[in-house]
């Protein structure tokens, strides 16, 4: 069984920075698998914000935190979402999730966690 826990939410004021893990469980899948992360805002659908590869080697951003956020894998359990020049438009839920490939699409990944809030004052 694969699950997913996501951390490090809170609230920041805008420019801020905050460090989002997710931590994951069945590790075989896990490191055969891409890990991506995605957020929703209230009365928004989820969108996808950022994907990594198997092996780390490929990084993929929506265009709208290229350049802010770093997504990175510390080992086969740990992806970590760094954020920073935060907005008050990046104030959603963010989810972590794995599947097979690196895609963009919600509907390629098999596993969710949770999700963490981000919340970002003005």
């Known amino acids: 069984q694969v699950q997913l826990v996501e951390s490090g939410g809170g609230l920041v004021q805008a420019g801020g920075s905050l460090r989002l893990s997710c931590a994951a469980s069945?590790?075989?899948?896990?490191?055969?698998?891409?890990m991506g992360w995605f957020r929703q805002a209230p009365g928004k659908e989820r969108e996808f914000v950022a994907v990594?590869?198997?092996?780390?080697?490929?990084t993929k951003y929506a265009d709208s935190v290229e350049d802010r956020f770093t997504i990175s894998r510390d080992n086969a359990r740990i992806t970590v979402l760094q954020m920073n020049g935060l907005k008050p438009e990046d104030t959603a839920i963010y989810y972590c999730?794995?599947?097979?490939?690196?895609?963009?699409?919600?509907?390629?990944?098999?596993?969710w966690g949770q999700g963490t809030q981000v919340t970002v004052s003005s």
């Open positions: 990594i590869s198997r092996n780390g080697g490929n």
């Open positions: 999730a794995a599947g097979p490939f690196m895609t963009t699409d919600l509907g390629g990944y098999n596993y």
């Open positions: 069945g590790r075989t899948f896990i490191s055969n698998s891409a």
